[in-house]
């Protein structure tokens, strides 16, 4: 069992940067590969970047590559997501889960999720 909990999402202005981070509970949380997802309103969640247990492995979605960066601590059992030059469509609620089998961009593999952070991006 893996609990995890967002934080770090605002409000910012185009352009602006934000990090966001997931700390798990549990002593397996260098096992799991960890995603970030987000969900904007009235659309379905997406993948936005992952990242397997040891960091070897990395996948961003192409609308987040460049701009996004995630990274992840197993000494303290947290991820990062570093979003650099935001965007409003980078409005969405973001969660954060873990995935045991190492398919990063795929949803169903989620076997764990955080509550959701939420970040708004004004124009």
């Known amino acids: 069992q893996v609990q995890l909990v967002e934080s770090g999402g605002g409000l910012v202005q185009a352009g602006d940067s934000l990090r966001l981070s997931c700390v798990g509970s549990?002593?397996?949380?260098?096992?799991?590969?960890m995603g970030w997802f987000r969900q904007a309103p009235g659309k379905e969640r997406e993948f936005a970047a992952g990242i397997s247990w040891g960091g070897g492995s990395i996948d961003y979605a192409d609308s987040v590559k460049g701009r996004f960066t995630i990274s992840r601590v197993n000494a303290k059992n947290t991820v990062y997501l570093q979003m650099n030059s935001l965007k409003p469509e980078d409005t969405a609620v973001y969660y954060c889960?873990?995935?045991?089998?190492?398919?990063?961009?795929?949803?169903?593999?989620?076997?764990?999720w955080g509550q959701g952070t939420q970040v708004t991006v004004s124009s």
């Open positions: 889960a873990a995935n045991p089998s190492g398919l990063l961009r795929d949803y169903g593999s989620y076997e764990y």
């Open positions: 549990g002593r397996t949380f260098n096992s799991y590969a």
